[in-house]
């Protein structure tokens, strides 16, 4: 079920680490309370289109969950070292 789709789960993954990266790096440090969530929100809105570009219907909850979840967790762990790290 999810095996068969997992092309639409890596690359969102994928771009979620790209974008938490970025934000990390980014030297308006200043504002990654502002862009974590925005860039959380945009890749749940990509999964999500990914999830339904699938057209298969059959595991679509769980294949959506998978990859909103990831996403979650990136943009957690990201907001976590950053905070920790006082990047203010």
Do not use: D
């Not at 860039?39 to 959506?64: D, K, N, S, Y």
């Not at 957690?76 to 950053?82: E, G, H, I």
């Amino acid at each position: 079920m999810v095996k068969t789709a997992a092309w639409s789960i890596a690359p969102i993954w994928a771009l979620a680490i790209a974008a938490a990266v970025a934000i990390g790096l980014s030297p308006l440090r200043g504002g990654w309370e502002l862009w974590i969530p925005v860039a959380c929100g945009v890749c749940v809105v990509l999964a999500l289109a990914l999830q339904v570009a699938t057209r298969t219907p059959e595991g679509f909850i769980a294949r959506a969950g998978i990859a909103v979840s990831g996403i979650v967790l990136v943009f957690a762990a990201a907001s976590l070292v950053l905070w920790l790290l006082g990047v203010v």
